[in-house]
T-cell receptor, first 117, second 116 residues
Framework: DVKVTQSSRYLVKRTGEKVFLECVQD?????MFWYRQDPGLGLRLIYF???????EKGDIPEGYSVSREKKERFSLILESASTNQTSMYLC????????????????FGAGSRLTVL | AQKITQTQPGMFVQEKEAVTLDCTYD???????LFWYKQPSSGEMIFLIYQGSYDQQNATEGRYSLNFQKARKSANLVISASQLGDSAMYFC?????????????WGAGTKLIIKP
């Protein structure tokens, strides 16, 4: 019954390394999101994608890029990891449904906890 | 200014007691929606309940209900008869407007611990 899968639960990387975080959803959702979660700050949106090959910057895109070549897959890329990117990263997807019912809610993956040394 | 405020960073509650988690919001858009999510220690965010600004009745989903007070701009989550498995982080979030490609605005969360 897995719906949104994040490839890595825990990663430890060195400063300057290139990091790929992969997210796959099996619900045929149009929208996909990458969030960063830090204690006391809630969730902050990094990037989102409305559809294949489309991407939009969120609130904190600096230091990140994304790729969406297929509808089911949305990748987050840290070109050169830094210690201030140590965080929990959450991927989510959402279909298009009636707003009034709240039916098009976000479905999240289990998260990827990244530590940059 | 914070658009979503959760004033309780942490709460301890005795098992079987009811719990109220506070959420206040700020928007000038007449059309909005409020969401509550639960995040257990496993990390996955789980959708609990939704309330639309035009909904006449307070939303309920099993043991979860939303105490929606529009004039006070509050949307508190009420958990009846708490269980040990309710221990988790709880997040309130809001969407503004009617764009189906909406973005959510998140609160900082409340950590709830249920004591046996």
């Amino acid at each position: 019954d897995v719906k949104v899968t994040q490839s890595s639960r825990y990663l430890v990387k060195r400063t300057g390394e290139k990091v790929f975080l992969e997210c796959v959803q099996d619900m045929d959702h149009e929208n996909m999101f990458w969030y960063r979660q830090d204690p006391g700050l809630g969730l902050r949106l990094i990037y989102f994608s409305y559809d294949v090959k489309m991407k939009e910057k969120g609130d904190i895109p600096e230091g990140y890029s994304v790729s969406r070549e297929k509808k089911e897959r949305f990748s987050l890329i840290l070109e050169s990891a830094s210690t201030n990117q140590t965080s929990m990263y959450l991927c989510a997807s959402r279909g298009l449904g009636r707003l009034s019912s709240g039916a098009n809610v976000l479905t999240f993956g289990a998260g990827s906890r990244l530590t940059v040394l | 200014a914070q658009k979503i405020t959760q004033t309780q960073p942490g709460m301890f509650v005795q098992e079987k007691e009811a719990v109220t988690l506070d959420c206040t919001y700020d928007t000038s858009d007449p059309s909005y929606g409020l969401f509550w999510y639960k995040q257990p220690s496993s990390g996955e965010m789980i959708f609990l309940i939704y309330q639309g600004s035009y909904d006449q009745q307070n939303a309920t989903e099993g043991r979860y209900s939303l105490n929606f007070q529009k004039a006070r701009k509050s949307a508190n989550l009420v958990i009846s008869a708490s269980q040990l498995g309710d221990s988790a982080m709880y997040f309130c979030a809001m969407r503004e407007g009617m764009d189906s490609n909406y973005q959510l605005i998140w609160g900082a969360g409340t950590k709830l611990i249920i004591k046996p």
